[in-house]
T-cell receptor, first 112, second 112 residues
């Protein structure tokens, strides 16, 4: 079954404690992306990756890091989380050239 | 930067009424995609439009891409309770680029 898997689904953490949200896809997609979703603001792109070792900033990259060492994985790293990063995060993947993007189930992060 | 505006933000309809959401980009788009997100769920791809003036139908849903490729609409005929959710458009300026900008979404509620 084609899927994008995010972990964890829910996370409550404290300010400044480094965390990683994992994202894995089984469709051999070149393109992967991270979004955050906040009420009234829709989905905002954080980072994306066109292929292994190729990453680029989206619209709201501040406070986040990503890596793409393998095609299937695209982890999102918060080195020093702050309360304004409390949000719902989605990972997505698709093939290069556009078309259907598959989204993970989401990770609800709370930073206190 | 590229902006994608979506209206209305909310729409409440009686079951059986029609519904339309509009998407307007500040720049010419290469393609536009539509997604549906059920309450508590993740965005699910509905369709991609690429050609100027393109019209595509999926059962009761009709999607249009404007002649100038700067606007799009999603029309649902005779809404049903299963249509409840938030509908997002997402535009890209370059099919082969990674950046995509989502509209803020239109949340549809349907009264039985």
């Amino acid at each position: 079954e084609a899927q994008v898997t995010q972990n964890p689904r829910y996370l409550i953490t404290v300010t400044g404690k480094k965390l990683t949200v994992t994202c894995s896809q089984n469709m051999n997609h070149e393109y992967m992306s991270w979004y955050r979703q906040d009420p009234g603001l829709g989905l905002r792109q954080i980072y994306y990756s066109m292929n292994v070792e190729v990453t680029d900033k989206g619209d709201v990259p501040e406070g986040y890091k990503v890596s793409r060492k393998e095609k299937r994985n695209f982890p999102l790293i918060l080195e020093s989380p702050s309360p304004n990063q409390t949000s719902l995060y989605f990972c997505a993947s698709r093939r290069t050239g556009g078309g259907e993007a598959f989204f993970g189930q989401g990770t609800r992060l709370t930073v206190v | 930067g590229q902006q994608v505006m979506q209206i209305p933000q909310y729409q409440h309809v009686q079951e059986g009424e029609d519904f339309t959401t509009y998407c307007n980009s500040s720049t010419t788009l290469s393609n536009i995609q539509w997604y549906k997100q059920r309450p508590g769920g993740h965005p699910v791809f509905l369709i991609q439009l690429v050609k100027s003036g393109e019209v595509k139908k999926q059962k009761r849903l009709t999607f249009q891409f404007g002649e100038a490729k700067k606007n799009s609409s999603l029309h649902i005929t005779a809404t049903q309770t299963t249509d409840v959710g938030t509908y997002f458009c997402a535009g890209s300026r370059d099919t082969n680029a990674g950046k995509s900008t989502f509209g803020d979404g239109t949340t549809l509620t349907v009264k039985p």
